[in-house]
């Protein structure tokens, strides 16, 4: 049973910093790819972030210059840092995660319970 959780939210103020974190565990897998999406109160739920296993990685354009995603695959962790925070990047933040499972040969995706991010102006 693989478990995606996420930390590192928070409240800060208009300019501040946060690092998100996603830790997975519970089975022996590769991170394929990994990504992080918001939502807002009364909005539809959008991408942030992702990287391939390659390193490839896509930004919204709202977050471009500001968000940086990044992995450790030895931690089975992916971040977002997230600087020069703005009162429209208040949010829950989810990770999501692309899994090969070792064991069945199995290209799995999950989701995390989300963290909440408000920022203040």
């Known amino acids: 049973q693989v478990q995606v959780v996420e930390s590192g939210g928070g409240l800060v103020q208009s300019g501040g910093s946060l690092r998100l974190s996603c830790a997975a565990s519970g089975s022996v897998f590769i991170i394929n790819s990994m990504g992080w999406y918001r939502q807002a109160p009364g909005k539809q739920r959008e991408l942030v972030a992702t990287m391939t296993s390659t390193g490839r990685t896509n930004y919204a354009d709202s977050v471009k210059g500001r968000f940086t995603i990044s992995g450790d695959n030895a931690k089975n962790t992916v971040y977002l840092q997230m600087n020069s925070l703005k009162p429209e990047d208040t949010a829950v933040y989810y990770c999501?995660?692309?899994?090969?499972?070792?064991?069945?040969?199995?290209?799995?995706?999950?989701w995390g319970q989300g963290t909440q991010v408000t920022v203040s102006s």
């Open positions: 999501n995660l692309d899994l090969y499972m070792v064991h069945i040969r199995t290209l799995n995706n999950y």
